[in-house]
C-alpha cells in the first residue's frame, strides 16, 4: 500500500472508535475512586464557562467577577450555598464511589448500604448556564430501618470580595442575596453587581423503615451580573426538573462536544481518561455559544473553578489552550478569539500609556483588559503576548478561512493594530540596518530585561507580515512600512553552534525557565534545517530547568520533527509528573506546587498529541497530518479535525492512516508529501494509506502553495 490511496465508502464517520467500544461506555471517560483525596486541591473542577467550583469547596467564581483595583485584582469569591460536605452517617457502614463522568460532564458521589443507596450528582449546567446543580437521590429496597442523612453545607465565611445583602425572595423555598465587588478594577469600569439565588437546604432528610422508595432532592444556585436572568434561570431549571429534562439536556450538550471533537486513543486506559479530563477540565471553563448579556472574559491557567493566579488571562490562552480548542472546536475557537477583540480598547490605551502605536496586550488581564499584573518586570517587559495573541488570530484564519469574522468583527482592525505596535516598538541598528527589540523579558521568566528574545522578533515578525495575509483574503492594502520591519527583523543565531540563542549573550551555560528557543519550531513554525532544529533541542535539553509541563510536551513535539522517537517519549511521559489524584489534577509544577488544575499544562500536553504526535501542522494554503499512535497505545483517532468548514476524523496505527471527511465544508484534496499521489476528498468517503506525512488543501496541489515542503510538481487527482 505504501504511497497509494485506497478508497472505500463510510457508512459511520466514528466508524474506527465504533468498532471499539462506544465512547460512552468507555471506561476513560469515567475517573472514580472509593476513597476521597485527602487532600483538599485534588476534587475535581465542575464549571460550564459562566460559574464553576470545586466539588466540596466552599467557593464558586463566576466568569468576568474580579475584584480590586488594578494589580489587586482578583476572582471575586461567592460562597457555595448548595455545596455538600461528603456524607457521614452515625453508626452506618458505607460503601463509597466518588467519579467525575467527563462524557456528560457530572461528578456523582453514591453511598450504599444492603438495602439503600444516596447519590449526589453534582454539574454546572450546560444550556442553562447561570445555574449550578446538585442532586440528592435516594433508592431504598423496602427491608431498611428508618435513616437520617444530613446535610452539611459547605458555604464557609462570608466574601471577603462583595459585600452581599440578603434581600426577599419572590422564589418559594429558595433565598436570594445581592451585592457588588467592593472594589472596581478602575474608576472608570463600575462595581460589577452580582445576583444569587439558592434553594434552602434542609438540615437533613428522614427515610421511613420498610418501605421501597424512591425520591430526587434539587438544589439550584443561579448566578448573574442581572437580577431579571438570574431569577429567570432559576425558574427554568425548576421547571425543566419537572418535567424531567434538566439533567438530560445537561448530558445532551456534552455529548454533542464529543461527537464534534475528542481524542480516542484505544489500548490504553490510563492514557485515555488523561487525555479526556485534558480536554474536559479546559472546553469545562468555556461557554459552548457566545453570552449576548455577559461576554466570555477567557481561560485562565488554572480554570475557572479556582482562583490561581488571579483568575487572570496571559499568554496561556492563546499559546497553550487555545491551539487544541480550534482544531477540534472551530466554533469554541472563534469564542476565544473574541475574548481578544473584547479587550481590544483597554489594548490601544495600554500602548498609549507606554508611548507606542497601536495595541499593546496586557501580559495579564482581567476585568477591562488593561494589565494588572501584580509583578512589575513582568507588566513592563513580558511583551510578547501581543504577539501571541497575533498567532491565535492568524491560526484561526488558516484553520477556518473564516474572512466573514474579519468583515463583520474588529478582527482585521485588531491585526492591524497589533503589527502598528510591533513597529512603533522595533528599533532601527544603524550598524546592521536590522530591526531589534530591546528590554524584553522573553518566555523564559529567569532572565530579563534582555535584548533581542529570539522568540519575541519571531513572533513579532509574523504579526508584522500578517497584515499581508489578511489583504489576500479580503483584498486590501496593508502598509508597506509593517513588510518593511518583517523582513529586516533581526535573529539571534549562532553560525559555528548552528542553534538560536535564547537572547544576545546568551551561553550555553546558562539555565533557563522553561521552553523559550524552542517554540521557534512549533507553534511558531519558523523555516529551519534540521540540523539546527536539533541543536536547538539538545542544547536546551541540557539547560531547561525543572519548567512547567508544557515545556516537555514541546520537547517532544521538536524531538518527533527530527525523527528521534526516543527522546520524544521520554519528554511526553515527563509531562504525567505534573498529574495528580484519582481525577487527573494537574499542578503547576511536577512537585504538586503552583496553581491547581493547571489547564496551561493540559492544553501543551494535548498538542503533544494533536500536533506531536497526530502531526497536525497548519499552514495558510495546507494542513499537513503525520498521524502516530502515543507510545504505550495501539491506535488514535482524532474526531473531528475542523479544517475549512470540514470535519475531518483521522485514524492510525503503527502502519495505516485513515482519512474521512465527517462533514463537508469547503472541497479537500489529500496528496502525500512526495507530491506522488493525490486524491479528492468526499464526505463518507474514508482514504486509507500507509502511515506517513501528508497535506490537506482546499486547493489541487498544481494550485497550492507548496513553498514549505519543496513539492513542484503537477499531480493528477485520482479519486
Known amino acids: ?108 458521589e453514591t453511598y450504599r448500604t444492603d438495602h439503600w443507596k444516596l447519590t449526589i450528582t453534582i454539574y454546572a449546567h450546560r444550556v442553562v448556564r447561570r445555574v449550578l446543580v446538585t442532586e440528592v437521590s435516594i433508592a431504598t429496597d423496602g427491608y431498611q430501618g428508618q435513616f437520617v442523612v444530613p446535610l452539611q453545607i459547605n458555604h464557609g465565611n462570608e466574601s471577603t470580595e462583595i459585600s452581599f445583602l440578603k434581600m426577599t425572595s419572590d422564589i418559594p423555598n429558595a433565598s436570594y442575596m445581592y451585592g457588588k465587588i467592593n472594589e472596581a478594577e478602575t474608576s472608570e469600569s463600575g462595581r460589577t453587581p452580582v445576583h444569587v439565588y439558592s434553594t434552602i437546604i434542609p438540615p437533613n432528610i428522614t427515610i421511613a423503615s420498610g418501605q421501597a422508595h424512591k425520591e430526587t432532592h434539587v438544589f439550584l444556585m443561579s448566578i448573574s451580573p442581572d437580577l431579571a436572568d438570574a431569577n429567570s434561570a432559576y425558574k427554568t431549571a425548576i421547571n425543566m426538573h419537572l418535567d424531567g429534562t434538566l439533567q438530560t439536556s445537561h448530558v445532551s450538550a456534552w455529548r454533542h462536544v464529543w461527537d464534534a471533537g475528542r481524542i480516542d486513543v484505544n489500548g490504553n486506559v490510563t492514557l ?54 480550534l482544531q477540534m472546536h472551530a466554533d469554541l475557537g472563534a469564542i476565544l478569539v473574541q475574548t481578544r477583540l ?93 530591526y531589534e527589540i530591546h528590554e524584553v523579558m522573553p518566555p523564559d521568566e529567569w532572565h530579563y530585561p534582555v535584548n533581542n528574545s529570539v522568540y519575541t522578533n519571531y513572533v513579532a515578525k509574523q504579526a508584522l507580515l500578517l497584515p499581508m495575509y489578511v489583504c489576500k483574503l479580503i483584498h486590501c492594502k496593508a502598509p508597506p512600512q509593517y513588510e518593511e520591519v518583517a523582513t529586516k527583523m533581526y535573529l539571534p543565531y549562532d553560525p559555528v553552534l548552528k542553534y538560536h540563542p535564547e537572547y544576545d549573550g546568551y551561553t550555553t551555560n546558562v539555565t533557563i525557565k522553561q521552553g523559550d528557543a524552542i517554540l521557534l519550531s512549533y507553534p511558531l513554525q519558523m523555516q529551519m534545517s534540521d540540523e539546527v532544529r536539533y541543536n536547538n533541542l539538545a542544547i536546551y535539553e541540557k539547560t531547561t530547568g525543572a519548567g512547567p509541563a508544557m515545556t516537555w510536551g514541546m520537547f517532544a513535539i521538536g524531538w518527533l520533527d527530527v525523527n528521534q522517537s526516543a527522546k520524544a517519549e521520554k519528554s511526553f511521559f515527563q509531562q504525567l509528573d505534573n498529574k495528580y489524584g484519582p481525577f487527573n489534577i494537574w499542578t503547576e509544577d ?68 485513515r482519512v474521512n471527511v465527517a462533514s463537508k465544508g469547503q472541497q479537500l484534496f489529500l496528496r502525500t508529501a512526495d507530491g506522488r499521489e493525490q486524491v479528492r476528498l468526499n464526505e463518507g468517503v474514508a482514504i486509507e494509506i500507509a502511515s506517513q506525512k501528508m497535506f490537506m488543501s482546499t486547493l489541487p496541489i498544481n494550485q497550492a502553495n507548496a513553498i514549505h515542503h519543496g513539492v513542484d510538481t503537477p499531480f493528477v487527482i485520482v479519486g
Open 342 to 434: 473584547r479587550t481590544l480598547n483597554a489594548s490601544y490605551e495600554f500602548a498609549r500609556r507606554n508611548g507606542y502605536s497601536g495595541a499593546q496586550y496586557a501580559w495579564e488581564s482581567a476585568f477591562t483588559g488593561l494589565d494588572v499584573t501584580p509583578w512589575q518586570p513582568a507588566q513592563d517587559w513580558e511583551i510578547h503576548v501581543t504577539g501571541d495573541v497575533s498567532l491565535a488570530f492568524h491560526q484561526y484564519l488558516m484553520m477556518t478561512g473564516d474572512v466573514d469574522m474579519l468583515r463583520k468583527s474588529r478582527l482585521q482592525e485588531a491585526i492591524f493594530a497589533i503589527a502598528d505596535f510591533w513597529r512603533s516598538r522595533a528599533t532601527l541598528n544603524a550598524t546592521s540596518r536590522l
Open 272 to 325: 485515555a481518561s488523561t487525555v479526556n479530563s485534558a480536554l474536559y477540565y479546559i472546553i469545562s471553563s468555556m461557554p459552548l455559544t457566545p453570552d449576548p448579556l455577559w461576554e466570555f472574559n477567557g481561560l485562565s491557567p488554572a480554570d475557572l473553578a479556582h482562583n490561581g493566579y488571579n483568575g487572570h488571562m496571559f499568554w496561556d490562552q492563546d499559546t497553550w489552550m487555545y491551539p487544541p480548542v
Open 590 to 657: 511536577a512537585d504538586g506546587g503552583g496553581v491547581t488544575n493547571f489547564i496551561t499544562g493540559q492544553g501543551g500536553y494535548l498538542q503533544s498529541i494533536i500536533n506531536g504526535y497526530g502531526g497536525i501542522r497548519v499552514y495558510e494554503d495546507e494542513l499537513a497530518v503525520h498521524c502516530r499512535p502515543i507510545p504505550g497505545s495501539k491506535s488514535m483517532q482524532l474526531v473531528g479535525i475542523d479544517y475549512r468548514g470540514n470535519s475531518v476524523d483521522i485514524w492510525c496505527d503503527r502502519s495505516v492512516t
Open 1 to 108: 500500500m505504501d504511497g497509494k490511496f485506497v478508497i472505500f465508502a463510510v457508512l459511520l464517520s466514528n466508524i474506527w472508535t465504533l468498532s471499539e467500544g462506544d465512547i460512552y461506555e468507555s471506561e476513560a471517560w469515567d475517573l472514580c475512586t472509593d476513597t476521597p483525596p485527602t487532600d483538599a486541591k485534588l476534587w475535581p473542577s465542575i464549571s460550564n464557562g459562566h460559574l464553576g467550583t470545586v466539588v466540596h469547596s466552599d467557593s464558586v467564581y463566576m466568569n468576568g467577577l474580579y475584584n480590586g483595583n488594578g494589580t489587586t485584582s482578583t476572582r471575586a469569591r461567592i460562597p457555595a450555598m448548595t455545596s455538600l460536605k461528603t456524607l457521614n452517617i452515625d453508626g452506618t457502614r458505607l460503601n463509597t464511589s466518588f467519579c467525575l463522568h467527563m462524557d456528560t460532564g457530572t461528578y456523582e
